[in-house]
């Protein structure tokens, strides 16, 4: 039986943080081996918001690299970069001549976006759904790992599958495959280390709010060190009365591989927050170097990593033309 195809990606926009990595790329290669995996650096994405064009290139190969140093194997993945498959950008055209404005002016992430961003908002941004869109469907994704912010995208995206298979396609032929979102409850929603009621996030001008993947082991310590905490000693779980305590020892769950019964034994030992946050310092330091190392080696052999991009550009321009095709055929274009 063919394996079920999964697909993802991450902006190369600032530092991938943990919560990229727990909330979404640790996820993927748990999955590599089960299914047909799809990971791409989206770069076309990156320029929704104003970019500087000196450094785009550069944060697509740190990404790229960071998804082979986290454990994505070119040997079972296809790993590629999406403005190098041109299919993402006219697949995207398409669907935005069938996706109804009001859809796409509901995306919170878009409203967030926009305030932020005040009067020099570009159109990418409220567009930036609808390319996602694009980017699953031309690969009849089955699943998309991804963490909690984007529930809402993927909604939308198997809206606009369901109504071009109901415009175009038949019951007996559905152009697209509707995908299913994959969110895992842990590592989800990996909050702020500034302030535990808001997401850890690239694009918070405070780097001391989150972990970096790349962060040298003196700044983790640091940042945990200066983490907002609360007045109680003891530490527990999913009490969202205490969302600091709820994320740190969220993180600390992921990071160390215990189990929350193992987690709650040790916890009788520590005197308070102080050696919590030593062993969570070391816990997420170990998790951290061995990724650190493979990037380090990776950035050192450039030509292997763009061995790997070209390979990826190949497999999926495949695939991705094929579905191209199928929507050019169905919407009635002339095809020579
Ligand atoms: P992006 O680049 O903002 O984030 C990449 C992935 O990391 C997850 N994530 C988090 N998970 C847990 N806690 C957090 N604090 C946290 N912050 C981010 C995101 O949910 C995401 O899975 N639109 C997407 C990129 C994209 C995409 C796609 C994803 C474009 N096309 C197709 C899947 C399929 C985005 O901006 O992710």
């Excluded at 699943?143 to 606009?160: A, N, S």
């Excluded at 396609?169 to 299913?180: L, M, Q």
């Excluded at 990776?298 to 191209?324: H, N, W």
């Amino acid at each position: 039986m063919a394996k079920k195809r999964v697909l993802s990606g991450v902006q190369p926009t600032g530092s991938l943080h943990i919560g990229n990595y727990l909330g979404s790329i640790a996820n993927w290669v748990k999955l590599q081996a089960e299914y047909d995996g799809f990971f791409c650096v989206v770069d076309l994405h990156a320029v929704t918001v104003p970019h500087d064009p000196t450094a785009l290139a550069a944060h697509t190969q740190a990404v790229a690299a960071l998804y082979l140093a986290c454990g994505l194997d070119p040997a079972q993945s296809t790993i590629f970069v999406q403005s190098h498959v041109s299919a993402h950008s006219e697949l995207a055209w398409l669907l935005n001549c069938v996706t109804p404005l009001t859809w796409v002016e509901r995306m919170i992430q878009f409203k967030e976006k926009a305030i932020k961003q005040g009067e020099n908002v570009g159109i990418g941004l409220l567009d930036y759904p609808v390319l996602m869109a694009a980017d699953i469907l031309l690969y009849q994704a089955d699943v998309v790992p991804v963490g909690e912010d984007q529930k809402q995208h993927l909604e939308l995206t198997r809206d606009i599958a369901i109504r071009v298979n109901g415009l175009y396609g038949s019951e007996a032929n559905p152009i697209f495959r509707v995908p299913a979102p994959m969110i895992r409850p842990q590592g989800a929603r990996v909050m702020s280390l500034t302030d535990g009621r808001s997401k850890m996030s690239k694009s918070d001008p405070a780097d001391a709010s989150r972990i970096n993947l790349l962060d040298s082991p003196e700044a983790i310590a640091q940042k945990i060190k200066r983490c907002k905490t609360d007045m109680e000693r003891t530490l527990e779980f999913d009490n969202p009365d205490r969302p600091e305590c709820q994320n740190l020892m969220g993180l600390y769950e992921l990071v160390s591989g215990k189990t929350r019964g193992e987690i709650l034994a040790e916890a009788q030992t520590w005197r308070g927050w102080g050696d919590f946050k030593a062993v969570l310092t070391e816990a997420t330091i170990a998790a951290l170097t061995p990724i650190q190392a493979r990037y380090r080696e990776l950035m050192a052999d450039p030509g292997y990593l763009t061995g790997v991009l070209a390979d990826g550009r190949e497999k999926a321009g495949a695939i991705a033309g094929q579905t191209l095709h199928t929507v050019r055929q169905s919407l009635g274009f002339w095809v020579l």
